[in-house]
């Protein structure tokens, strides 16, 4: 029997249509026929097949062989394993439910704008000013607010500039699939990236790699995860925030998550909003998301924790631990022992248990995608 040749066919009906996808736009990205669009009106968040070429549910590259869309997914069938073994040279221990990493640290940003704007400890905005800085990457994939921010429309962007790395600081709790900006970065000129994007997004360089997709593949060059539960709807704004709260989206100024979700007002106001009531906007793509901790990330970054201007950074590959070490020589950021906080460590085994349980059976299929 000649070898499987997975294909958009395989990719729809085991990913797309079961629920596994993530909407993380990477086979949009690699598909070099453009055959494949993106929806992210009313929260859909998904990729489809055009009409002219196959329709839904088949393309006609595929049938020809093209396997590229199957082969960038970070969804489709042994995934896990198969870019645990590309990036750390062997699969996980069951008991490393946050990943594989080599050190955990608190760490953030000296630079008093780069802090004051990051989320946390606006660690993830030094590594990307440092990189883009000291020629490791041209451009990052990134997401910001669209137009003036009052709509909350979390949209992928570039940065290529300190200031626009700035620009694009902070968190927001819609979907952002940050993959799809890599046309403008290469638009732009940009040939070595650095993408940021929760642990759906952050796998899929592993997975482009660990499965040789092309040139796709080797362009991306720094990966920044962030560790994530889940993200809401956008109807979370007018159905939720301003139907049973009274917070109108335009006049929010500020969003985190620390067990409940913190609002701050343009006004100087502050309200809280318990998870359990926003459980309802939980967008469809996470529902079966297994991966808090950003698993295939150089460097993942997150907010738990008891210190709220300090970010936990898992360091997992060898690049992410290189760039933190000349980072924190040249005082770009400064670090501090995970044990000054004693409770982080157990909190980040627990969520990260919490999101392993949604995993669905298709996550963990141990059949390698075909390299034919
Ligand atoms: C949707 C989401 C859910 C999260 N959930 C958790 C959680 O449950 N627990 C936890 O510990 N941490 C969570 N985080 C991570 C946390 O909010 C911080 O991003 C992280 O601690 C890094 O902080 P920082 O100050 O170093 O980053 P910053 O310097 O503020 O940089 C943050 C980067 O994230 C990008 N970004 C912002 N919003 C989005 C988005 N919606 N999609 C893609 N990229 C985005 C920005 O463009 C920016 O480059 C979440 C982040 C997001 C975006
Ligand atoms: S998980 Fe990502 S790569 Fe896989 S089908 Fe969905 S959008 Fe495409
Ligand atoms: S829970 Fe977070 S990492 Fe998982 S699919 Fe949703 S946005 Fe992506």
Redesign the pocket.
């Known amino acids: 029997m000649p070898p499987e040749k997975p294909q958009w066919r395989e990719l729809f009906a085991e990913v797309v249509t079961t629920g596994a996808c ?1 909407g993380c736009a990477a086979c949009v990205v690699t598909c070099p026929y453009d055959v494949l669009g993106y929806d992210d009106a009313d929260g859909v968040y998904r990729p489809f097949h055009v009409a002219q070429d196959g329709g839904a549910d088949d393309c006609t590259h595929g049938q020809r062989g093209c396997t590229l869309c199957t082969r960038a997914c970070p969804r489709f069938r042994a995934w896990e394993p198969e870019i645990d073994q590309h990036l750390f040279g062997r699969v996980r221990a069951e008991d490393e439910v946050a990943g594989i990493s080599r050190e955990v640290v608190l760490a953030r940003a000296t630079d008093p704008e780069l802090l004051a704007a990051g989320q946390d400890g606006g660690l993830v905005s030094a590594l990307l000013v440092y990189a883009l800085e000291h020629d490791v990457i041209d451009a990052a994939l990134v997401s910001y607010l669209e137009g003036d921010g009052t709509t909350w429309k979390a949209i992928p962007g570039v940065a290529r500039t300190r200031s626009e790395v700035l620009a694009a600081a902070g968190s927001r709790y819609t ?1 952002s699939a940050n993959t799809l900006a890599y046309s403008e970065a290469l638009a732009a000129g940009a040939e070595r990236l650095g993408l940021v994007g ?3 997004q952050a796998s899929a360089p592993g997975a482009m790699a660990a499965r040789k997709a092309g040139k796709v593949a080797r362009r991306f060059q720094l990966t920044i995860g962030l560790l ?4 809401f709807d956008d109807a979370i704004f007018p159905e939720l925030f301003e139907a049973r709260y009274g917070l109108a989206r335009a006049e929010i100024s500020k969003m985190n998550i620390k067990g409940v979700f913190q609002v701050w007002m343009r006004d100087g106001s502050y309200h809280e909003v318990p998870l359990k009531h926003a459980r309802d906007w939980t ?1 469809e ?2 529902l079966k ?1 297994p ?1 808090f901790a950003a698993e295939h990330a150089d460097v993942s970054a997150g907010g738990i924790g008891a210190f709220g201007d300090w970010t936990l950074t898992l360091v997992r590959t060898e690049k992410g631990a290189d760039l933190l070490a000349a980072m924190a020589a040249d005082g770009a950021i400064e670090t501090r022992p995970v044990g000054d906080d004693p409770g982080v460590l157990p909190l980040l085994e627990k969520l990260s248990n919490v999101s392993r349980k949604r995993g669905p059976g298709t996550t963990r299929r141990m059949i390698p995608v075909g390299t034919g």
């Open positions: 993530t979907y929760m642990g759906c994530c539960s889940k993200t967008r793509g996470c998301c991966d």
